[in-house]
């Protein structure tokens, strides 16, 4: 039987602004709220070092994770993979506002290892 991989899952909780119909825990929140988040996110990886699970899967939902700057997403992404046991084919998904998709920022996401990048419907 071959080994069950987990997913680990990210929240990253800001938006634009909180639309009427989102029953998710976001926030707004400006440049140096989203960069403390971040710092608070990579001490809390810290704390699961030598978590049992090996993963397969790392996404990034929200909110809004488009809305961390490429550098964010870069260190929570070498974080995640220096913390945990992920295994060597592991795919990286990141949801994306479209407002937010830009060449460079696709080019960013990529080098970051952004494999995958989900639009919400709602975008449309």
Known sequence: MSERLAGLYLHVPF??????????AVRTGDRARRSRYVEHLLA???????????????????????????EELERIVETARATFDFAGTAAVFLEANPEDVTA?????????????????????
């Open 15 to 24: 938006c634009a602004r909180i639309c009427p119909y989102c029953d998710f």
């Open 44 to 70: 809390e990886m810290a704390l699961y070092a030598g978590w049992p699970r090996r993963f397969d899967t790392l996404y990034f939902g929200g909110g809004t994770p488009s809305s961390l700057r490429v």
């Open 104 to 124: 460079d920022a696709a080019a960013g996401w990529r080098r970051a290892g952004v494999e995958t990048l989900s639009l919400g419907i709602q975008a449309l």
